[in-house]
DNA sequence: CCAAAAGTGTTGAAGTTACACCCATGC
DNA sequence: GCATGGGTGTAACTTCAACACTTTTGG
């Protein structure tokens, strides 16, 4: 799995850095936003996870979502960016909410508890969070050269068995949308390089749908969506035929949106 | 549009209400339940209202989805049944949840704040809110005969063009998720009687999808699904030939399910 | 007998699946 | 020259949309 060892604060962070210092007051202790970050390296998706370290009680390392509480001045959705920008350092990233999450024993585990009362102010109380799932550009953000290096972490999809609080029930919803997402509008363009080609969009296609498609007909119903440029630009230095690359056309997707497409038909 | 003239506040109601008077004082703050209930007449869809009565800064009746704040001891679907069973007396309904609302200014219009401070400790307080959409058998709940004749009622979906806090905003993203919903699984039957006739069935998806679909086409696809059991019996007393009635078979349905459909095809 | 809604089949078009071979490159 | 993934077309099948007339009842 991703190399996660040890434990940061990123919420603590979040108080003492500056830019919020006068927000620090506002933190509303009964509702918080969860971000699942998907990313996807060409062979399979991923997740991003955070680690809190060992728990004493259990002598496991606890994996979770990123999230934070709110602030009580912000929208739900600015809650979101604005944990994904201080964990990532990008803006304007793909994000979507999943829903609520509030079965109130929910933060119950005993390893849970002990994460709780190192980093919030009012470990007890009741916690509604909301969950979002994101799509990034899996290159725009490495772990290992951030300020996160040994608290944050890709995680391969599959490989994922068991988080902390509920999370991992967050993550299958997120999955869930993200699959039936995925076939009513290319949001997975959001997961790829700007230049891209088709073999990479199908396996993204593969691997979030878990399941073969077959080639020439996922290249004819894409193509014939005419939401891609051809460049003038084929890959260089592969050991084989170099494939097209590609371009996302937004100008022709919002054409077609608004025309009413809205099924990819896989 | 619906009848609609004084204000009971069904909030109230519920603190004083002995069963929960143990839990009045564990009321959250900051995190409420809104429940946008859906209804059918056999001729349009409907929405349940309460209203707020006249507010005395516009003159003008405020509208609003049902809703009240959550105890810290119940979960979200709980509090979302409770405030189902307390508004129709009704257990049991079908219940799905649409999302979290938060901009913190979703309670900011002036006669918002009036009903706001009629009805709530903390009437300033940040308060996302949790949407559900329910749907029931409009003959189960019968405003003019209950408790609430003055202070709720059906209104048609078409004719609604405004309600009070973001609930026009919420109404409009649980309809969206009815229409996206009722073309993969056949919900629509908790919006009719037990015994129906194909027509009313395609009545309620018109209604609901707001397109006219196919009479034909419609039946053949209801039909080939198996999810129907026809009954012997015809209806009766109606001027022009009497329609056959039928029965949802929830053991076919729950065989379908499992077999991995998901898709009428409308 | 008239009005009103129930009920019923076929056809052409469109879309979907399944499938196998040659091509360009690096080594 | 060989291993690797890139790229291409067709035929059978399934699904979907469009469409009009006869039937049964109450009044």
């Known amino acids: 799995m991703c190399h996660l060892h040890t434990f940061k604060d990123i919420i603590n962070k979040t108080i003492l850095n500056s830019e919020n210092k006068n927000k620090a007051l506002e933190l509303n202790p009964n509702v918080s936003v969860d971000c699942v970050i998907f990313g996807f390296d060409f062979d399979q998706l991923h997740c991003l996870l955070i680690d809190s370290g060992l728990s004493k009680s259990t002598g496991r390392s606890r994996l979770a979502v990123p999230g934070d509480l709110i ?25 979507e909410q999943v829903g609520a999450f509030g079965d109130p024993n929910r933060m119950g585990k005993e390893s849970d508890k002990e994460w709780l009362k190192s980093m919030r102010a009012e470990p007890d109380a009741r ?32 490989e994922i068995d068991e988080l902390a609080f509920d999370h991992y029930e967050i ?96």
């Not at 959705?77 to 920008?85: G, I, M, P, T």
């Not at 003038?232 to 025309?259: D, R, T």
């Open 71 to 95: 602030y009580d001045n912000e929208t739900l959705d600015e809650a979101a960016n604005r944990v994904l920008k201080e964990l990532t350092g990008i803006d304007n990233i793909y994000l």
């Open 127 to 158: 916690v509604i969070t909301v969950a979002y799932f994101s799509l990034v550009k899996m290159n725009d953000f490495n772990p290992e050269a951030s300020s996160f290096a040994e608290s944050a972490g890709w995680a391969p999809i599959k």
């Open 171 to 266: 993550l299958q919803c997120a999955l869930k949308q993200l699959k039936r997402k995925i076939k009513i509008q290319p949001i997975g363009f959001n997961l790829l390089p700007q230049k891209f080609t088709l073999s990479q969009l199908h396996k993204l296609y593969e691997s979030i749908l878990n399941k073969p498609l077959d080639k020439r007909n996922f290249r004819r119903k894409i193509l014939n969506l005419q939401i891609l440029t051809p460049l003038n630009e084929k890959q260089i230095g592969v050991p084989h035929k170099p494939s097209q690359l590609f371009e996302f056309n937004e100008e022709n997707y919002q054409k077609l949106s608004s025309e009413g497409f809205d099924n990819f038909g896989f």
